[in-house]
């Protein structure tokens, strides 16, 4: 039941803290605004909820000196990847600070160029926090007042990492993986109504004969070598022509 709950817990926090960077990259675009600015907030500090019900659970766990050693292995791992998950969303608050203070809100007309992110995130942070509607309060000082709690959650993010390795001594590079390298991307994954729905996964389209791939392949060179040639005699032509008359 233990490892259960810690595996849902962690998986939880696993997607709010990908929705965090998937709202992070919009900042600083045409998609930036004050709501956008909210729900940043609003995910970072589900997220730094979530990790404190991480850390105190598999913290337990894992000081039980009665758990077999099968499940202490299994809540190293978890805590391996408890760890990482901290450290990319401390990478995150910390790049949403950076960008933040270069584009306030207060400057509309600055924005980064071709971030590729266009239209309202509210459904994405609403999806990854099981929220149904999204909605907040205007704000006008959230250029400064959210900044400054914003670099005060990152030393407290910061200071959490670093009670948590003193708590529990876990080597990461003893730890071993439960299966292959790149195994979660040979996988067919797919999203369901529960997942975060940042990444989108789509069917793969059924491939062409490979035999016809290569002869339309073929066909495309021949047909620019016979282009260049016919532009290149056209072009001595030319210079004889001139050169007789």
Sequence with gaps: MGKDECKTMLDALNKVTACYRHLVIALGSTSDSQNLREELKKTRRKAQELAVANRTKLTALLKDKSI????RAEYERLWVLFSSSMEILEVDM???LEIGQDFPLKVPTRHLIQTGMTGSTTTVAARAMSVQNMKYE???????VD????QTEITQVGQMMEEMEMKVQVAPWAVEAKQEAGAELKSNMSVGNSSVGIISICEEEP?????????????????IIVFCVIVVAAGVLGYLVINMS
């Design 147 to 150: 900044l400054r709690d914003l």
């Design 138 to 144: 205007a704000d006008g000082n959230i250029d400064t």
């Design 68 to 71: 077999s050693k099968d499940d």
């Design 94 to 96: 910390k790049r949403s």
């Design 207 to 223: 491939k062409e004969d490979e035999g016809g791939e290569r002869d339309a392949s073929f066909a495309s060179f021949c047909a």
